[in-house]
């Protein structure tokens, strides 16, 4: 499993916005964004979009343009959901890569 993949990324996404649930903070659009997770836009726009389509978040509103491809707008507004919950918990690409990455505050810079 690599850094980059879509079973890590959409983890750590899913993680992050789990750890925000449970500290009643809102998602910082600072934080959860391409650069963080060391992706490109376009693969952080599709995840994010694939996610949201499966029912896993909530919030983020999706833009599609002719240059840039899809705008992003919402993030402050994502959050997880009853069944990207209980994705992080049963799916056992979530499980490898919690095995890998542990606790959002382990890999995530500033926490």
């Known amino acids: 499993m690599s850094n980059n993949d879509f079973f890590t990324v959409a983890y750590k996404i899913l993680s992050y916005l789990k750890y925000c649930y449970e500290n009643g903070i809102k998602p910082d659009p ?8 060391n992706i490109s836009k376009a693969q952080f726009a599709n995840t994010l979009k694939m996610l949201s389509e499966h ?33 992080l918990a049963e799916n056992s690409m979530m499980k490898k890569a919690y095995r890998i990455f542990k606790e959002v505050r382990d890999w995530l810079p500033g926490f």
Do not use: W
């Open 30 to 37: 600072n934080i959860l964004n391409a650069d963080t997770f």
């Open 55 to 87: 029912g896993y978040i909530l919030g983020v509103k999706f833009t599609p343009t002719k240059i840039e491809g899809i705008i992003i707008g919402g993030l402050y507004n994502a959050s997880i959901t009853i069944e990207g919950l209980q994705y």
